[in-house]
C-alpha cells in the first residue's frame, strides 16, 4: 500500500526589533538633525529642523520611560541610574517646550536647541558609553556601603567636555563647595577595556603630591605609575579636572589615552595597540557599545585605585600640594588662609 507522505512546511518568524538597536538609531538620527541645524543658514530650514528634532526627542523620551526604563530596573534594580536618566528627560523636555514656543528670528533660539545638542550628547553618553559614569557609580556605592568618611565627597559628572570644558567650568564658576577648601579633585576619563595591568598611566605626572598617593594606591596592587608617554600632547590641560586644576585645586587625572598601560597579556604593545584602535575608531565616537570581548579587571582596578584615596583623603587633615615648579601652586597658595581654619575631626 502507497503511503503519502507530507511536506511539513515551517514559516520564518519575523525576528523581534531589537530595543537597543532602535534606541541607538534614534541617538544617531538626533545626532545627523543637530548636526544639519548647527550648519543651517535659513530661518525656514533652522524651523523645520528644530520642530524634526523636538518631536522625535518627545516620542524618544516617552519610549524610554515607558518601556526601556522599567525594564532596566526590572533587570538591574538600579534604580539611581534609572532616577538620574528621569531628571535628565526632565530637564530636555522643558528645553523642548522653550524651543517649541520660539521662532529661530528669536534671541536665543539658536542658542537654546545647542544647550539641548549638548545635553542630548551627555545623556547618550551615559546611555552608551557609560564606562565612566559607571566607574562613578561603583565609586559613589562603594563609600555609602562604608564607614562614614571624616571629610565630604562629591561626584559629578561633566557634560559639553568638547564644547570647551563648559559642564566643569559651569561647576568651577559657581561651585557647590567652595573650590578654596576642596581637597583635591579625582577624575576618571577613560577606562581602558583590554584587561589587568601592571602598571597605571598617569596624566600630569610631577603636577602635584596627590602623585604619591598614587604611588601608594598602586603598590597595594602590586602595580606601579608610569608618566603620560607623549606629555606634549597636552592631555592634562584638556579634560574636565582643568576647570578645577586652573583654580587651585589639586587634581589627578586618570586617562587611558594617556598612553598604552604594560597589559599582563600582551605587555605594553598590547597597551598601545589599544590605545591606538580606541582612538581611531572610537574617540568622541559613539562607538563603545557592551562587547562580550571586553576584558574589565583592568578598568576595576583603576577604580579600586581612586576609592583608596578617597578613602585615605577622606579621612585625614592634609591637604594636597602643588610641586614647587607647578604653574598652579601660587593660585593655590593665595587661598591658604581659607583652609586654616578649616578642622576636620579625627575619631
Not at 584615596?309 to 581659607?338: C, H, T, V, Y
Amino acid at each position: 500500500m502507497a503511503s503519502k507522505s507530507k511536506r511539513s512546511s515551517t514559516k520564518t518568524r519575523p525576528k523581534k526589533p531589537d530595543a537597543i538597536a532602535l534606541l541607538k538609531a534614534d541617538h544617531r538620527q538626533a545626532e545627523e538633525w543637530f548636526s544639519k541645524f548647527e550648519n543651517a543658514r535659513s530661518s525656514s530650514r533652522k524651523q523645520q529642523l528644530a520642530d524634526d528634532i523636538c518631536a522625535a526627542l518627545t516620542v524618544h523620551t516617552a519610549i524610554e520611560e515607558e518601556l526601556f526604563y522599567p525594564a532596566f530596573i526590572e533587570a538591574t534594580g538600579d534604580k539611581d541610574m534609572h532616577h538620574e536618566a528621569v531628571v535628565e528627560h526632565a530637564a530636555a523636555k522643558s528645553l523642548i517646550a522653550e524651543i517649541q514656543g520660539m521662532s529661530p528670528d528669536e534671541d536665543y533660539f539658536d542658542a537654546k536647541v545647542t544647550v539641548l545638542s549638548e545635553m542630548i550628547k551627555h545623556h547618550v553618553k551615559e546611555e552608551e558609553q557609560g564606562l565612566g559614569i559607571a566607574g562613578l557609580l561603583e565609586l559613589a556605592r562603594a563609600f555609602v556601603r562604608g564607614p562614614r568618611l571624616q571629610r565630604s565627597l562629591a561626584f559629578a559628572a561633566w557634560t559639553a567636555e568638547e564644547r570647551g570644558l563648559l559642564g566643569s567650568e559651569a561647576y568651577a564658576v559657581r561651585p557647590v563647595f567652595a573650590l578654596e577648601t576642596t581637597v583635591a579633585d579625582l577624575t576618571i576619563d577613560v577606562l581602558q577595556t583590554a584587561g589587568p595591568a601592571r602598571d597605571v598611566v598617569l596624566v600630569g605626572a610631577g603636577q602635584n603630591d596627590l602623585e604619591d598617593d598614587l604611588v601608594r594606591a598602586a603598590g597595594a596592587q602590586s602595580r606601579t605609575v608610569t608618566p603620560d608617554a607623549k606629555p606634549e600632547r597636552g592631555l592634562f590641560y584638556r579634560a574636565d579636572h582643568f576647570s578645577l586644576a586652573k583654580r587651585g585645586v589639586p587634581t589627578l587625572l586618570l586617562m587611558a589615552l594617556g598612553g598604552g598601560e604594560d597589559l599582563v597579556t600582551g605587555g605594553r604593545a598590547a597597551g598601545d595597540a589599544w590605545v591606538a584602535d580606541y582612538t581611531a575608531h572610537c574617540y568622541h565616537q559613539p562607538c563603545d557599545a557592551w562587547s562580550p570581548n571586553w576584558n574589565l579587571h583592568g578598568a576595576a582596578e583603576d577604580v579600586d585605585l581612586l576609592y583608596r584615596m578617597g578613602k585615605e583623603l577622606g579621612n585625614s587633615r592634609r591637604w594636597p600640594q602643588w610641586r614647587p615648579a607647578s604653574e598652579f601652586k601660587a593660585i593655590r597658595d593665595r587661598s591658604i588662609a581659607a583652609r586654616a581654619h578649616v578642622i576636620v575631626p579625627i575619631k
